[in-house]
C-alpha cells in the first residue's frame, strides 16, 4: 500500500492529469456538493491505476492523500502517461 497526494479541480471541461506543479492535479468533470467529486476521483483513478483507490483525507479539500494498493513511483508513473 502507498499514499500519495493529489489537488482537484472540480466542475472542469474534461478529466486530465497535469503533473506541472509539486502534486499532481487532477481535473475532475463533476463538481463538488454531495461528494460527486470524490465519487469521480475514486472512480477514475481505480480504473486507470487497475487498483482500488481510496480517500484517506481531505474529503472536503482541494488537496487530497489517497492510498493505493500499488507502489507510489508505480502509481505517479501511471498516471503520467494518461
Same mark, same amino acid.
Given at each position: 500500500?502507498?499514499? +500519495?497526494? =493529489? %489537488?482537484?479541480? #472540480?466542475?472542469?471541461?474534461? @478529466?486530465? =492529469?497535469? @503533473?506541472? *506543479?509539486? +502534486? #499532481? %492535479?487532477? @481535473?475532475?468533470?463533476?463538481?463538488?456538493? %454531495? *461528494?460527486?467529486? /470524490?465519487?469521480?476521483?475514486?472512480?477514475?483513478?481505480?480504473?486507470?491505476? *487497475?487498483?482500488?483507490?481510496?480517500?484517506?483525507?481531505?474529503?472536503?479539500? &482541494? &488537496?487530497?492523500?489517497?492510498?493505493?494498493?500499488?507502489? %507510489?513511483? &508505480?502509481?505517479? /508513473?501511471?498516471?503520467?502517461?494518461?
Amino acid at each position: 500500500m502507498s499514499e +500519495f497526494y =493529489v %489537488k482537484v479541480e #472540480p466542475s472542469s471541461e474534461e @478529466f486530465d =492529469v497535469d @503533473f506541472s *506543479g509539486s +502534486f #499532481p %492535479k487532477i @481535473f475532475l468533470e463533476s463538481g463538488a456538493e %454531495k *461528494g460527486r467529486a /470524490n465519487r469521480e476521483l475514486v472512480e477514475r483513478l481505480s480504473e486507470i491505476l *487497475g487498483e482500488k483507490v481510496g480517500i484517506l483525507s481531505g474529503h472536503r479539500s &482541494r &488537496r487530497k492523500k489517497l492510498v493505493v494498493d500499488i507502489e %507510489k513511483d &508505480r502509481a505517479l /508513473n501511471i498516471l503520467g502517461d494518461y
